[in-house]
């Protein structure tokens, strides 16, 4: 009961719970260990409570306070250190073995990809421009023969918004 009271009292400073739960646990440990001790003693004794049980466990909790909490106390605070690191340990493999190169994979990726827009980009805007004399003749030939048609309203506007939006891109 005194290792289990130590390690409380030990969490309890490096977890900083809320004051408010502070007295729950209590509460709910000292219930515990109320009836634990009972419990025993009923065992132990059949169920007669005498003087001298009172006393051995007086001086038990007693002498566990004077010699080994002080000890048990050291001992939760090396515990909750060496599990620190480890979590600290493991934080850094998997950033080291996971996130950086997801991250590094991702970044190359995007990468690749804005360089392949580009140079693509690129390359259909220089194949534009060698076809626009092409294109600027076969207009004019196909330009008596498209005079005579109407052009819906509706195209007219959807090419006349793609042509905008072409001239302002490039």
Not at 18 to 32: A, M, Q, R
Not at 91 to 100: A, G, V
Request: aromatic share 20%; hydrophobic share 55%; charged share 15%.
């Amino acid at each position: 009961m005194g290792l289990a009271y130590d390690s409380y009292r030990v969490l309890s400073g490096q977890l900083h719970f809320p004051k408010w739960s502070l007295h729950i646990i209590d509460f709910l440990y000292w219930c515990g260990a109320s009836i634990f001790v009972f419990r025993m003693l009923y065992i132990s004794n059949q169920g007669q409570l005498r003087f001298y049980a009172f006393v051995g466990l007086f001086l038990g909790v007693w002498l566990y306070f004077l010699i080994l909490s002080v000890t048990t106390q050291r001992f939760v605070v090396m515990l909750i250190k060496i599990v620190q690191y480890v979590l600290y340990l493991l934080k850094r493999l998997f950033m080291i073995f996971i996130w950086i190169p997801l991250r590094t994979m991702y970044r190359i990726l995007i990468w690749i990809l804005s360089a392949t827009g580009t140079l693509l980009m690129f390359i259909v805007h220089i194949i534009l421009r060698c076809l626009l004399p092409f294109w600027r003749l076969s207009k004019w030939m196909v330009s008596p023969l498209t005079s005579r048609f109407k052009i819906p309203s509706w195209l007219q506007k959807l090419v006349n918004s793609c042509i905008e939006l072409w001239k302002r891109r490039f």
